[in-house]
């Protein structure tokens, strides 16, 4: 079985700061290749401002690190407006992640033509 994250809720997919610093803390390429724009904050900037919790989108959604974070922190790997959720689905099939009345889902890919 797979297991692949998606956001939930109507906005788009991110990581709080604090999953983004413990994707890096594992190792996860992307994460340690993006910038940490919660590293040039103020100490007075809080954890929940909105411009720190936009991390992490182009990490694979099935990377076994980030699946990792979201199964550890829960509810609070959520970046802003973000309402992160694992999905499992069996290993054979080709997915994509895509977007439903707002809300994104794991479809079985398949081909389309415009």
Not at 31 to 36: I, S
């Amino acid at each position: 079985m797979v297991k692949i994250v998606i956001n939930a809720s109507y906005d788009r997919f991110c990581v709080s700061h604090k999953a983004f610093l413990r994707l890096r803390e594992l190792g996860q390429p992307d994460a340690l290749h993006e910038t940490d724009h919660g590293a040039y904050w103020p100490q007075a900037a809080s954890p929940q401002e909105p411009s720190l919790n936009r991390c992490g989108i182009l990490i694979p959604r099935d990377d076994r690190r980030l699946v990792q974070v979201v199964e550890e922190l829960r509810g609070e790997a959520n970046g802003h407006c973000a309402e992160l959720k694992i999905v499992t689905i069996p290993d054979d099939v080709e997915w994509v992640v895509v977007k439903k009345d707002g809300r994104e889902q794991v479809s079985e890919q398949h081909r389309t033509w415009s």
